[in-house]
């Protein structure tokens, strides 16, 4: 048993894995075990590239994932109107299930370990987690407490019968990042968890965001010893950490937020699609993209797109002409 880092990924984010796995060489050690949980069976570009990095796996408990497949299938066989929902809008049982396998990571080989989404950069040294999970089970370092309705169902009267607002206001974290141990949700559990969830509490649940909301409410209904270094950090010394905020600077293809270096940062809210079209050269920008490109092209900067007309926002309106045949059903 040892210290890692658990990533969800599959061929679909491979440019952002890339990235990611070379910022974690730079920033946090070279030798840093790392697992990849796979999100589905599109594999074989991340396979290819696990063989050149020795720190690298592949995580193939195929137990392990059904496991916490049939965990979440249960938790929104609780729900009152998820299933149903999801069929509705022609969905095979639970919405982005792929998503949950970043559970794995609760009972996989690392006694320790730090769970990353794909769309993520580490800047500085990861230690500070492992350090914080000395005290706490859970540590995160992140600012969703600011923003519920991306967490729970705030329209449910049961939220605040479930939890105080005062600990709503305060405990909410973003399933992008997290350190834990491995075994606080053991079976015995894992089946009082559903049987919260059965007695009407999993009105609660916030259907968009699947994984995150099961995952918080995992942590805060079993009370289990959590901490938010956003939070418990001295004032001067915490960072943001999300792509929104536009007012982080570049030095050495490391980011400061007001002279203090940043630990990740977090791509959200950028779809995959986009990093994908950039690395096939399409001269689309958006926050923070040559901060990417270094990363991702960090040991093959040869194959790093050049390029040469005008830069396009990604968040450019559509167009007139788009926005009619969109209208008319002739695009998506």
């Not at 990235?19 to 030798?31: D, F, R, T, Y």
């Not at 949700?185 to 089946?191: C, K, L, P, V, W």
């Not at 009370?223 to 792509?243: D, K």
């Amino acid at each position: 048993m040892t210290d890692g880092i658990y990533i969800l990924a599959n061929d679909v984010v491979y440019h952002q894995l890339v990235a990611l796995l070379n910022s974690i060489e730079v920033n946090a050690g070279k030798n840093f075990p790392v697992c990849i949980l796979p999100y589905d069976d599109r594999l074989d570009a991340i396979r290819q590239e696990i063989k050149t990095r020795e720190n690298v796996s592949l995580f193939e408990d195929t137990s392990a994932i059904a496991r916490w497949e049939n965990f979440a299938t249960q938790v929104w066989q609780t729900h009152p109107t998820a299933l149903k929902t999801w069929q509705g809008q022609e969905i095979s049982g639970v919405y982005r299930m792929g998503m949950h396998r970043r559970f794995c990571g609760l009972d996989g080989p690392f006694e320790k370990f730090i769970y990353l989404d794909a769309d993520i950069l580490v800047l500085n040294s990861l230690e500070l987690f492992f350090q914080a999970l000395n005290q706490s089970d859970w540590v995160v370092y992140d600012f969703q407490y600011f923003d519920p309705a991306h967490v729970y169902n705030l329209k449910s009267p049961q939220l605040t019968q479930v939890f105080p607002q005062s600990r709503i206001d305060s405990e909410i974290f973003c399933a992008g990042l997290y350190a834990a141990k491995t075994g606080i949700f053991e079976e015995q559990q894992r089946n009082w968890l559903i049987e919260q969830l059965q007695t009407g509490e999993a009105d609660i649940l916030y259907m968009p965001a699947p994984d995150q909301t099961i995952l918080n409410y995992m942590v805060m209904r079993s009370e289990i010893s959590s901490c938010n270094l956003s939070r418990q950090l001295p004032a001067n010394e915490v960072t943001g950490c999300c792509v929104t905020s536009n007012h982080f600077q570049n030095q050495n293809a490391l980011l400061y937020d007001q002279g203090k270096r940043l630990t990740y940062l977090h791509y959200i809210g950028l779809s995959a699609e986009l990093f994908n079209r950039v690395c096939a050269g399409e001269n689309i920008d958006f926050p923070y993209r040559d901060l990417f490109l270094h990363y991702r092209y960090l040991h093959e900067p040869e194959k790093r797109p050049r390029f040469s007309s005008k830069p396009i926002p990604y968040n450019q309106p559509p167009s007139l002409a788009s926005k009619v045949l969109k209208k008319l059903r002739l695009v998506k």
